[in-house]
């Protein structure tokens, strides 16, 4: 893909951003560099290559899913000022 000054202060313009002649000239140069490198890697053949989700071969250590906390949902809600079926009850706040 090739870039003109004209692109660059067109995309300047649209990002509100003012820039110089020499800015823009900058900006062209790097831009064409960082596209330049895209194409390159773009014409590499990778179909043999099967995805994969991170880039080293890693798996996380899991601890097991075991219940470690007794069922107190009797005892709080013994505490608490209205329950119903399980459920608390609150005052209803929005008509």
């Known amino acids: 893909m090739s870039l003109s ?3 660059i202060k067109r995309v300047a313009n649209l990002a509100c951003i003012e820039v110089s002649e020499t800015e823009a000239a900058t900006a062209l140069i790097q831009l064409s560099g960082i ?3 895209i194409e390159q890697m773009q014409a590499v ?3 043999a290559i099967e ?3 991170h880039a080293q071969d890693v798996v996380q250590r899991l601890r097991d899913d075991t219940v470690t906390e ?3 949902r009797e005892l709080f809600q ?3 000022p209205k329950t ?3 459920l608390y009850l609150v005052p209803k706040v929005i008509e």
């Open 84 to 86: 119903e079926a399980g």
């Open 51 to 53: 995805p994969m989700s």
């Open 5 to 7: 000054l004209d692109d």
């Open 70 to 72: 007794s069922d107190q």
């Open 78 to 80: 013994s505490i608490a």
């Open 35 to 37: 596209f330049g490198l």
């Open 45 to 47: 053949d990778t179909s």
